[in-house]
């Protein structure tokens, strides 16, 4: 049942940010582009294996399409791109490159996600560790941010599209954090 859980809130999770990306504001699609694909990564990456065992390429195309994404977001780290979300996309997109390289199956297996390959079962503990710190304080940081402040002054007139919503673009980016903290826990 956690598992459908999981697809589900990741699911909705990207549609959202496939809105977003389509009618928020122009300078934040990029980030709301990044967040679907991740949103959908992870959907993917959390159906139950009883339902359906993913073939063994799968995990090297999940590698090879989030380590693209991560380059991206690295390269407007050191391009110095304002804003802290390329680096949370960078780790991100590197944990799920890691999630995949340890739910590969080894050499000779046959397959699904209980079959761990060339990283032993769990991960590097240590990295996992690391991981899972960053993201609960991630979580806690973003949580804190949720809490009702005095609403911000909008001209009279103006309404807020569904894309444009800095509290639902924050909600997306903590249900996607405690979405990868599950993951992580769970490898």
């Known amino acids: 049942m956690s598992g459908w859980l999981l697809v589900a809130l990741c699911g909705v999770t990207s549609a959202y940010c496939l809105l977003r990306m389509r009618s928020g504001p122009r300078a934040d699609r990029g ?9 959908l990564g992870m959907a993917v990456m959390a159906v ?3 339902v359906f065992a993913p073939p063994d390429w799968s995990w ?7 380590g693209a994404a991560a380059l991206r977001a690295l390269w407007w780290v050191r391009g110095g791109v304002r804003g ?23 050499p000779g297996a046959g397959g699904g996600h209980a079959e761990h390959g060339s990283v032993a079962a769990g991960g590097v503990p240590l990295l996992t560790g690391v991981l899972l710190a960053y993201y609960v304080g991630y979580v806690l940081r973003a949580g804190a941010r949720l809490i009702p402040l005095p609403a911000a002054a909008t001209p009279s007139g103006t309404t807020l599209t569904w894309g444009a919503r800095p509290e639902l673009a924050l909600a997306c980016r903590l249900s996607m954090a405690l979405g990868m903290f599950t993951m992580l826990l769970a490898l």
């Open 84 to 106: 802290s979300h390329h680096l949370h996309h960078l780790i991100g997109s590197a944990a799920m490159v890691y999630m995949a390289v340890a739910m590969a199956p080894g």
């Open 48 to 50: 139950p294996a009883a």
């Open 31 to 39: 980030v709301a582009g990044g967040e679907a694909l991740m949103g």
């Open 60 to 66: 090297a195309v999940y590698a090879a399409v989030f």
